[in-house]
């Protein structure tokens, strides 16, 4: 079977859209216990329905412990405004 057919095949099976608290908890889990290691195989193990790519992204973006969330503090809106009037929209 051609690569293409069988990647869109193994695409059929998995799940979109908004990830449930319990993804992430499996997900969150599977990583702290194991580390990331292999974003294509880890779906399989962790035993989730999503393709390494959406796992790798919802890691990344919201689920790591070191992602800062929430609004600037003043320090850093100032180095923002600094580094704009120096380097200006490049």
Known sequence: MPRVQLQQQQCTNMKKGAWSPEEDQKLKSYIM????WNWSHMPKFAGLSRTGKSCRLRWMNYLRPDVKRGPFTMEEVEIVIKTYQELGNK
Request: hydrophobic share 25%; no cysteine.
């Open 33 to 36: 216990k194991f580390g990331t």
